[in-house]
């Protein structure tokens, strides 16, 4: 039987307790993983610059052995493409989730059929979680607890805590 070498492609600003758990499953039934950190588009709502995103990552996935976290830019497709990559894989938290997610796969297949979406349910605890979500109640000083390992949590303390500190410096300039 053929090597599966599966895309976990996203954001990961930050990454979240749901992203690992997703992680782990996943890194059970391929035969690799590659975590693909997507280049931003829309920059300015971003948290972490990429490699920040991709230095946690990589800290919270050193035990798994057939897991690697890489940054892409471009199409997935073409990315999955240069990796031999035969499939991606994607969370589904809730049925809010599946209208996106069913035009991103059948557009990826269109595009390249030889990709394969594969839908994973992260368990039902973080079905309510995600990376916005942990940006917004960070910025407003909520508990992180649970949503985040306790060293994303640090980092994400440490740089709301930056830019709130930069935002304020410049005002006063
Ligand atoms: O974590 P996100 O924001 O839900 O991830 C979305 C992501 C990065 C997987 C998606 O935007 C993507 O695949 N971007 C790469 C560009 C691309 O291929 N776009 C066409 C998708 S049909």
Sequence with gaps: MKDIVAIYPGSFDPVTNGHLDLIHRGSKLFDRLIVAIARNLDKDEALFDMEERKDMLEAMTSEL?????????????????????????????????????????????KMEPRVETVFM????????????????????????????????????????????????????L
């Excluded at 938290?93 to 599946?98: E, I, T």
């Excluded at 997610?101 to 990826?108: D, I, P, T, V």
């Design 65 to 109: 052995d057939n897991v690697t976290v890489d940054i892409f830019e471009g199409l997935l497709v073409a990315y999955c493409i240069q990796k031999n990559a035969n499939a991606v894989l994607r969370g589904i938290r809730a049925v809010s989730d599946y209208e996106f997610e069913l035009q991103m796969a059948l557009m990826n297949r």
């Design 121 to 172: 349910m992260p368990a039902e605890k973080y079905s309510y979680l995600s990376s916005r979500i942990v940006r917004e109640i960070a910025k407003f000083g909520g508990p992180l607890t649970g949503l985040v390992p306790e060293l994303v949590e640090e980092r994400v303390r440490h740089k709301v805590a930056e830019k709130h500190s930069f935002a304020t410096r410049t005002h006063l």
